[in-house]
């Protein structure tokens, strides 16, 4: 029986000594994962990192398991991806690139640990800060860019790409490519109608992705059968949602059609129109927090905004164009942001509920006033809510739908293994309160912690 008894203490003692122990970089204990796709909470788990990547989610019992380099106690704190903000810029110029490069930490103290650049003038600077912070040596989120815009003859903005003939476009997507942006970002300055078509198909032959201002004179339904990917702002969604459509483009109105467009929508035609978009998985970007600011933009001090301190000089000063556009709208009584700002409330839900892949972005940047970056994504967020969305599908437009953009969903997403650590750690549930998304305890940027 003694001998049975020490061979038994034997036994345990080699299976201990055998009991694979993994290494990983660091250890979250005790942590609430919140599934945002899912609208789901599994509580009282450890979440393990090695380099950027998460390797395991599991019980909070399964800690021995695992030797940490650094192990963080997160009890009664929530863990999530890292906020997405889908529409944001960088421009200004070569005199404004240091100020540019201040967003950078402001994202991250918002938990934004990804961007998407929507186009600027400052695209080497751009270039190499994501190269800086994919290497981590300079802290920042990840930056996916469309570089400069593809535009008309007369572009609306600085830094550019000319599209005047078919003949300009092919060039102008080899040097996107020879640069490595990530998507065509075209805009409306005076891109024609014809070339902005061309642009799609060329940029669709050539596997590019497609996003931007489509001229008023154009059709979206036209735009979305020859492969455009994404909407940014909604003047095209609406246009499409008017059955005058056709014979205000007709009249030449421009973005002059507007007011007639917001007294004809057509929930009908809308419901088609949405679920095109979702059949097509074709991105919208509504930026509904911008064009809030933009409505109160010359009724409200902003003097003591919290954030204006750390808007350096060169940027505050290109806030000037939009606010006198704000005095003189509101001298001549033009109400129009208000009203599409009412009108707009009652599409954020059959939107979403048609499928439709709507992503939460900031348009924050130079030349869009009082726009703060970190603080515009949040306030997206929170009008996402007000205008119907859950708290859940308010963040789902961030981080799932974000990366559906890019296809990027095996990457990014969810708290789950195999995904980049690129983590929010929250005091308190955003599923339960939008607000919560500030309640901030700390984030992880490839793994690592954001000082």
Same mark, same amino acid.
């Given at each position: 029986?003694?001998?049975?008894?020490?061979?038994?203490?034997?036994?345990?003692?080699?299976?201990?000594?055998?009991?694979?122990?993994?290494?990983?970089?660091?250890?979250?204990?005790?942590?609430?994962?919140?599934?945002?796709?899912?609208?789901?909470?599994?509580?009282?788990?450890?979440?393990?990192?090695?380099?950027?990547?998460?390797?395991?989610?599991?019980?909070?019992?399964?800690?021995?398991?695992?030797?940490?380099?650094?192990?963080?106690?997160?009890?009664?704190?929530?863990?999530?991806?890292?906020?997405?903000?889908?529409?944001?810029?960088?421009?200004?110029?070569?005199?404004?690139?240091?100020?540019?490069?201040?967003?950078?930490?402001?994202?991250?103290?918002?938990g934004i640990t990804t961007v998407r650049d929507a186009g600027g003038d400052i695209t080497p600077a751009v270039m190499e800060w994501r190269k800086q912070i994919?290497?981590?040596?300079?802290?920042?989120?990840?930056?996916?860019?469309?570089?400069?815009?593809?535009?008309?003859?007369?572009?609306?903005?600085?830094?550019?790409?000319?599209?005047?003939?078919?003949?300009?476009?092919?060039?102008?997507?080899?040097?996107?490519?020879?640069?490595?942006?990530?998507?065509?970002?075209?805009?409306?300055?005076?891109?024609?109608?014809?070339?902005?078509?061309?642009?799609?198909?060329?940029?669709?032959?050539?596997?590019?992705?497609?996003?931007?201002?489509?001229?008023?004179?154009?059709?979206?339904?036209?735009?979305?059968?020859?492969?455009?990917?994404?909407?940014?702002?909604?003047?095209?969604?609406?246009?499409?949602?008017?059955?005058?459509?056709?014979?205000?483009?007709?009249?030449?109105?421009?973005?002059?059609?507007?007011?007639?467009?917001?007294?004809?929508?057509?929930?009908?035609?809308?419901?088609?129109?949405?679920? *095109?978009? /979702? @059949?097509?998985? &074709?991105?919208?970007?509504?930026? #509904?927090?911008?064009?809030?600011?933009?409505? =109160?933009? %010359?009724?409200?001090?902003?003097?003591?905004?919290?954030?204006?301190?750390?808007?350096?000089?060169?940027?505050?000063?290109?806030?000037?164009?939009?606010?006198?556009?704000?005095?003189?709208?509101?001298?001549?009584?033009?109400?129009?942001?208000?009203?599409?700002?009412?009108?707009?409330?009652?599409?954020?839900?059959?939107?979403?509920?048609?499928?439709?892949?709507?992503?939460?972005?900031?348009?924050?940047?130079?030349?869009?006033?009082?726009v703060y970056p970190g603080e515009s994504l949040i306030g997206e967020l929170q009008q996402m809510v007000g205008m119907g969305l859950t708290p859940q599908e308010?963040?789902?437009?961030?981080?799932?739908?974000?990366?559906?953009?890019?296809?990027?969903?095996?990457?990014?997403?969810?708290?789950?293994?195999? *995904?980049? /650590? @690129?983590?929010? &750690?929250?005091?308190?549930?955003? #599923?339960?309160?939008?607000?919560?998304?500030? =309640?901030? %305890?700390?984030?992880?940027?490839?793994?690592?912690?954001?000082?």
């Open positions: 029986m003694k001998k049975l008894s020490i061979l038994l203490l034997f036994t345990i003692f080699i299976s201990c000594q055998n009991k694979h122990v993994e290494e990983v970089d660091l250890l979250l204990l005790h942590v609430n994962v919140i599934d945002v796709a899912l609208g789901t909470i599994t509580e009282d788990q450890l979440v393990a990192i090695k380099g950027d990547t998460i390797t395991a989610v599991m019980s909070a019992d399964n800690a021995d398991a695992y030797a940490a380099k650094e192990t963080i106690d997160a009890t009664d704190q929530f863990v999530m991806p890292g906020l997405w903000d889908n529409h944001v810029h960088f421009r200004g110029g070569d005199s404004l690139i240091s100020e540019n490069e201040v967003f950078l930490k402001m994202f991250l103290d918002f994919a290497a981590g040596t300079m802290a920042g989120p990840t930056i996916f860019t469309s570089g400069p815009k593809l535009d008309g003859s007369k572009p609306a903005w600085a830094g550019s790409i000319k599209i005047d003939s078919v003949d300009d476009i092919g060039p102008a997507l080899d040097s996107l490519q020879s640069i490595g942006t990530d998507y065509v970002k075209l805009y409306d300055g005076n891109l024609t109608k014809a070339m902005f078509y061309e642009i799609i198909k060329a940029a669709e032959s050539r596997g590019i992705k497609t996003t931007g201002h489509m001229p008023m004179s154009g059709d979206i339904n036209t735009a979305i059968d020859l492969g455009l990917d994404g909407s940014e702002h909604l003047y095209y969604i609406l246009k499409a949602c008017s059955p005058l459509a056709d014979s205000l483009t007709e009249l030449g109105l421009g973005y002059g059609m507007m007011n007639t467009i917001l007294d004809t929508y057509d929930p009908e035609l809308a419901e088609t129109l949405f679920k *095109k978009l /979702a @059949d097509n998985k &074709v991105t919208v970007t509504p930026t #509904l927090y911008i064009m809030k600011v933009l409505a =109160e933009l %010359a009724d409200t001090d902003h003097s003591s905004d919290s954030l204006l301190s750390k808007i350096g000089d060169g940027i505050i000063a290109t806030y000037q164009r939009r606010i006198e556009g704000a005095r003189k709208a509101k001298a001549s009584g033009n109400t129009s942001r208000y009203e599409m700002r009412e009108l707009v409330k009652t599409i954020m839900r059959p939107m979403y509920d048609a499928g439709v892949n709507i992503v939460a972005g900031s348009d924050c940047g130079a030349s869009n006033s009082y308010a963040l789902t437009t961030s981080v799932v739908n974000g990366p559906k953009f890019f296809e990027l969903e095996k990457k990014y997403g969810g708290v789950e293994k195999g *995904k980049v /650590a @690129d983590l929010l &750690v929250l005091n308190a549930n955003p #599923l339960m309160d939008i607000d919560n998304v500030l =309640e901030k %305890a700390f984030v992880l940027k490839g793994g690592k912690l954001v000082e």
